[in-house]
């Protein structure tokens, strides 16, 4: 290649601005979408690559064994496990990392943020330092903090936050250092950072003695020469002899432990740690539709870069007289599609970084970095990839000109195998588009299906308030009390957490009657209103009524659900009323009610097997049933909040919206799916019309001839539909099965289907079809109306 090679390929791009300007375009587009994939997948993909050799960290996770229905591992720990750690002998240095969602105060201004709990070798241990100030003292004094630079500029703005003083439940703490703000997929997010110790954490001493309280993280960083097999093997052993293990029924034991212990190093935390189930499976997913919709556009730019080599080849045979040899020829034009590549892939980052904001709001997702170095080298190298590949079949066809036969204006026609080669690409494309649109549909479908499901109660009317962590039990009756006097509230519950929304599962032993089978099950707490309030009648016996029984530590009274019916051995709900059994504790309880399963976890969960109790424990979560006007009911629970509880900032939402945003994410794939489909519709229905053009231009002569010998528009409107129909049925017989088979692969997540049949299918060919026939109606008219006298001159 040389100076003048790229002189002559920039002057024929500038020459021919109407296709040179389609071409960066359609591929930039392309990019642009790739781009915005890529770096949603590169940071959900990957996190805390900031942090001090975080090969060496890891998160330590347990899993314990279930009651038939499986139990998954999760990173919330039980804080003295610590200990036991230190005193294992493991070469690793181990910290604590609790977090709770609390109210800030500074001033007039309440802000929820989210405040961490640490040891005081966490800096260390992570490799972070302060921006300024001295985090020491906030990892070490009861009543300091430090903030990170996001929450001091919104509790400071420009002002310096140093010996500031903050209010925290209740408690002044005073601001002695600031640290960076942690990136969106950090696993370790904090506004504020104290000590263990710290005046502001209201269950301190149960989360830090409690080995059945499972809510921190323990982080462990491997010492020099120590591996993560021994490792973990030794935290095993550390755990199977700790005081979880008297706590564990020996019926759940896995593989004769009491739980299972491993260490997830860091950079593994977004594909195999806990609560990374599908994470694997959606963003590899996103890559390959990222390349997918690169193949498409690349595709159109062969069929568009084909039809104008072949329009070129008198240029061609010219520049071969002029002694340019075959490889010349292909360097050229290999050298032009790596330039429209180039410039379509900065174009492309010009768009992504246009719509990006706009994208992000509509779909609820954050990136730290769009565009940094490493991510444009990339989409660069990548370009120069794209535009070897998409030339290499234009630059050949070019180097093959005859050069007698150019001259003399006879065009070399493609081959038969090229211009199959094209229809393949072309019907490729439409598989993609025909595929794409029906998962697009089946997710939407699939996830209002999920949202709008019965939950076993009337969701509409009810309103979710969060008490502030620590509210004594006197407290939350009276503020209960209080909601009841606002006109248009029905009925107002306490309980440990909403049904729906799974911010809290209680698990206890139960002894199996009969057997003596000691069962681990799912415990809810609830007041006497809660059923209630909820709407939900018993099958059989009676549910908790406030006049007949009272919310105290004692009491033996318990309402089963059906599928805790059946895992404690009873036939019926008739037959379960009235029997005792007992807890691991060998307690007594007295089932007085059956009632529906109600569904406490999304659709993906199957429902639990769960006993209610009416005890004072964690009944931190208030649920009302509003029957008159909702804004205003809201309204005023908002002005009440601010009398009760004036340094807290209040949690109001309404369960229905809860519900429907535990599908979020499935809701932004349907969007992205959507947006995927249609643009491959598009460039699929661009290429067709390129391919058209093409077509009826090539077989001009042949439909004159077919019109010479009588045939009809009918018959030539039929040729080009039997032509172009039978790529678009070659494409959906691709792209069907396919999409068929990602289709079952989500579903497959889910313990109940939409009612989808075979509408997917149905939409997917509709659109592709609309489009074929947008795509090549301008040249099936051309064909229909061509001029014999004018197609034989030519």
Same mark, same amino acid.
């Given at each position: 290649?040389?100076?003048?090679?790229?002189?002559?390929?920039?002057?024929?791009?500038?020459?021919?601005?109407?296709?040179?300007?389609?071409?960066?375009?359609?591929?930039?587009?392309?990019?642009?979408?790739?781009?915005?994939?890529?770096?949603?997948?590169?940071?959900?993909?990957?996190?805390?690559?900031?942090?001090?050799?975080?090969?060496?960290?890891?998160?330590?996770?347990?899993?314990?064994?279930?009651?038939?229905?499986?139990?998954?591992?999760?990173?919330?720990?039980?804080?003295?496990?610590?200990?036991?750690?230190?005193?294992?002998?493991?070469?690793?240095?181990?910290?604590?990392?609790?977090?709770?969602?609390?109210?800030?105060?500074?001033?007039?201004?309440?802000?929820?943020?989210?405040?961490?709990?640490?040891?005081?070798?966490?800096?260390?241990?992570?490799?972070?330092?302060?921006?300024?100030?001295?985090?020491?003292?906030?990892?070490?004094?009861?009543?300091?903090?430090?903030?990170?630079?996001?929450?001091?500029?919104?509790?400071?703005?420009?002002?310096?936050?140093?010996?500031?003083?903050?209010?925290?439940?209740?408690?002044?703490?005073?601001?002695?250092?600031?640290?960076?703000?942690?990136?969106?997929?950090?696993?370790?997010?904090?506004?504020?950072?104290?000590?263990?110790?710290?005046?502001?954490?209201?269950?301190?001493?149960?989360?830090?003695?409690?080995?059945?309280?499972?809510?921190?993280?323990?982080?462990?960083?491997?010492?020099?020469?120590?591996?993560?097999?021994?490792?973990?093997?030794?935290?095993?052993?550390?755990?199977?002899?700790?005081?979880?293990?008297?706590?564990?029924?020996?019926?759940?034991?896995?593989?004769?432990?009491?739980?299972?212990?491993?260490?997830?190093?860091?950079?593994?935390?977004?594909?195999?740690?806990?609560?990374?189930?599908?994470?694997?499976?959606?963003?590899?997913?996103?890559?390959?539709?990222?390349?997918?919709?690169?193949?498409? !556009?690349?595709?159109?730019?062969?069929?568009?870069?084909?039809?104008?080599?072949?329009?070129?080849?008198?240029?061609?045979?010219?520049?071969?007289?002029?002694?340019?040899?075959?490889?010349?020829?292909?360097?050229?034009?290999?050298?032009?599609?790596?330039?429209?590549?180039?410039?379509?892939?900065?174009?492309?980052?010009?768009?992504?970084?246009?719509?990006?904001?706009?994208?992000?709001?509509?779909?609820?997702?954050?990136?730290?970095?769009?565009?940094?170095?490493?991510?444009?080298?990339? !989409?660069?190298?990548?370009?120069?990839?794209?535009?070897?590949?998409?030339?290499?079949?234009?630059?050949?066809?070019?180097?093959?000109?005859?050069?007698?036969? !150019?001259?003399?204006?006879?065009?070399?026609?493609?081959?038969?195998?090229?211009?199959?080669?094209?229809?393949?690409?072309?019907?490729?494309?439409?598989?993609?588009?025909?595929?794409?649109?029906?998962?697009?549909?089946?997710?939407?479908?699939?996830?209002?299906?999920?949202?709008?499901?019965?939950?076993?109660?009337?969701?509409?009317?009810?309103?979710?308030?969060?008490?502030?962590?620590?509210?004594?039990?006197?407290?939350?009756?009276?503020?209960?009390?209080?909601?009841?006097?606002?006109?248009?509230?029905?009925?107002?519950?306490?309980?440990?957490?909403?049904?729906?929304?799974?911010?809290?599962?209680?698990?206890?032993?139960?002894?199996?009657?009969?057997?003596?089978?000691?069962?681990?099950?799912?415990?809810?707490?609830?007041?006497?209103?809660?059923?209630?309030?909820?709407?939900?009648?018993?099958?059989?016996?009676?549910?908790?009524?406030?006049?007949?029984?009272?919310?105290?530590?004692?009491?033996?009274?318990?309402?089963?659900?059906?599928?805790?019916?059946?895992?404690?051995?009873?036939?019926?709900?008739?037959?379960?009323?009235?029997?005792?059994?007992?807890?691991?504790?060998?307690?007594?309880?007295?089932?007085?009610?059956?009632?529906?399963?109600?569904?406490?976890?999304?659709?993906?969960?199957?429902?639990?097997?769960?006993?209610?109790?009416?005890?004072?424990?964690?009944?931190?979560?208030?649920?009302?049933?509003?029957?008159?006007?909702?804004?205003?009911?809201?309204?005023?629970?908002?002005?009440?909040?601010?009398?009760?509880?004036?340094?807290?900032?209040?949690?109001?939402?309404?369960?229905?919206?809860?519900?429907?945003?535990?599908?979020?994410?499935?809701?932004?794939?349907?969007?992205?799916?959507?947006?995927?489909?249609?643009?491959?519709?598009?460039?699929?229905?661009?290429?067709?019309?390129?391919?058209?053009?093409?077509?009826?231009?090539?077989?001009?002569?042949?439909?004159?001839?077919?019109?010479?010998?009588?045939? @009809?528009?009918?018959?030539?409107?039929?040729?080009?539909?039997?032509?172009?129909?039978?790529?678009?049925?070659?494409?959906?017989?691709?792209?069907?099965?396919?999409?068929?088979?990602?289709?079952?692969?989500?579903?497959?997540?889910?313990?109940?289907?939409?009612?989808?049949?075979?509408?997917?299918?149905?939409?997917?060919?509709?659109?592709? @079809?609309?489009?074929?026939?947008?795509?090549?109606?301008?040249?099936?008219?051309?064909?229909?109306?061509?001029?014999?006298?004018?197609?034989?001159?030519?």
């Amino acid at each position: 290649m040389s100076p003048t090679d790229l002189r002559m390929t920039v002057r024929q791009l500038w020459q021919d601005p109407a296709y040179s300007a389609v071409v960066v375009l359609g591929l930039a587009i392309a990019m642009a979408i790739a781009l915005l994939l890529t770096a949603y997948v590169r940071q959900n993909s990957t996190s805390d690559d900031d942090l001090l050799a975080p090969d060496r960290l890891a998160r330590v996770e347990v899993k314990y064994g279930g009651t038939g229905e499986g139990r998954k591992w999760t990173a919330a720990m039980m804080m003295p496990f610590k200990e036991a750690i230190e005193r294992s002998g493991a070469p690793v240095q181990a910290v604590r990392f609790y977090t709770r969602d609390l109210s800030v105060r500074v001033g007039d201004q309440v802000l929820g943020l989210r405040m961490a709990f640490a040891d005081q070798t966490l800096p260390a241990v992570l490799g972070i330092q302060p921006l300024t100030g001295d985090v020491s003292r906030a990892l070490s004094q009861p009543d300091a903090v430090a903030l990170s630079s996001r929450a001091a500029e919104k509790l400071f703005g420009r002002q310096s936050p140093l010996g500031k003083v903050v209010r925290v439940q209740g408690h002044t703490l005073q601001v002695v250092a600031v640290m960076p703000t942690r990136p969106a997929n950090s696993h370790f997010q904090y506004d504020l950072l104290a000590s263990l110790g710290s005046s502001a954490w209201a269950n301190r001493q149960e989360a830090m003695d409690d080995w059945g309280h499972h809510a921190g993280r323990i982080l462990v960083r491997l010492l020099p020469g120590a591996d993560f097999g021994q490792v973990g093997r030794t935290l095993q052993a550390a755990f199977d002899v700790s005081p979880r293990r008297e706590q564990t029924s020996p019926d759940t034991f896995i593989d004769g432990h009491p739980g299972l212990i491993r260490l997830i190093p860091v950079p593994r935390l977004a594909l195999d740690g806990a609560d990374s189930e599908g994470n694997r499976v959606m963003l590899t997913g996103l890559l390959l539709l990222a390349g997918l919709i690169v193949l498409l !556009a690349g595709i159109n730019y062969v069929n568009l870069s084909t039809v104008r080599t072949l329009r070129r080849q008198r240029e061609i045979g010219i520049r071969k007289v002029l002694g340019a040899a075959p490889g010349q020829i292909i360097v050229q034009f290999l050298l032009e599609s790596c330039l429209v590549a180039v410039l379509a892939t900065l174009f492309g980052m010009l768009l992504a970084w246009l719509v990006w904001p706009v994208l992000a709001e509509l779909m609820n997702v954050k990136l730290d970095t769009l565009l940094d170095a490493p991510m444009v080298v990339g !989409a660069l190298l990548f370009a120069l990839l794209v535009g070897g590949l998409s030339g290499l079949y234009p630059a050949w066809l070019a180097s093959q000109v005859a050069v007698a036969q !150019a001259l003399a204006g006879r065009d070399r026609q493609e081959s038969r195998n090229g211009l199959w080669l094209r229809r393949g690409l072309t019907v490729v494309q439409f598989a993609a588009a025909v595929g794409l649109s029906a998962l697009a549909v089946v997710v939407f479908l699939q996830t209002r299906f999920a949202s709008r499901m019965d939950p076993g109660f009337d969701s509409h009317p009810l309103l979710v308030i969060d008490l502030a962590e620590g509210t004594p039990f006197s407290a939350q009756e009276s503020i209960q009390r209080a909601l009841r006097r606002i006109p248009g509230i029905a009925a107002v519950a306490r309980s440990a957490d909403a049904p729906g929304r799974a911010w809290t599962h209680v698990h206890r032993s139960l002894i199996q009657p009969g057997t003596g089978k000691n069962l681990n099950i799912q415990v809810e707490m609830v007041d006497t209103e809660f059923f209630t309030t909820y709407g939900i009648k018993p099958l059989a016996g009676r549910v908790f009524d406030a006049s007949r029984d009272q919310v105290v530590k004692d009491n033996p009274n318990v309402v089963l659900n059906q599928r805790a019916l059946a895992l404690l051995g009873f036939r019926s709900a008739a037959e379960a009323v009235g029997r005792h059994i007992q807890d691991g504790d060998g307690v007594d309880l007295v089932v007085v009610g059956v009632i529906p399963d109600i569904r406490h976890d999304s659709l993906r969960e199957p429902a639990a097997a769960i006993v209610y109790r009416a005890v004072p424990e964690l009944l931190g979560t208030l649920t009302l049933r509003v029957s008159g006007d909702r804004q205003a009911a809201k309204a005023a629970i908002h002005q009440l909040w601010r009398q009760y509880f004036p340094d807290e900032k209040p949690y109001v939402a309404w369960l229905d919206e809860i519900i429907t945003g535990r599908y979020q994410t499935d809701l932004q794939m349907a969007k992205v799916l959507m947006v995927a489909g249609g643009i491959a519709t598009l460039i699929a229905g661009y290429g067709l019309y390129a391919l058209a053009a093409y077509s009826v231009r090539r077989r001009e002569r042949e439909i004159v001839i077919r019109k010479l010998y009588g045939a @009809g528009r009918g018959q030539i409107l039929l040729l080009m539909v039997r032509e172009f129909g039978v790529l678009l049925l070659a494409g959906a017989s691709l792209g069907l099965p396919l999409a068929l088979f990602a289709i079952e692969s989500y579903l497959v997540g889910f313990t109940a289907r939409a009612p989808i049949g075979l509408w997917p299918v149905l939409v997917a060919l509709l659109i592709a @079809g609309l489009v074929a026939l947008t795509a090549t109606l301008r040249h099936t008219l051309q064909a229909m109306t061509l001029q014999p006298g004018r197609a034989l001159q030519g």
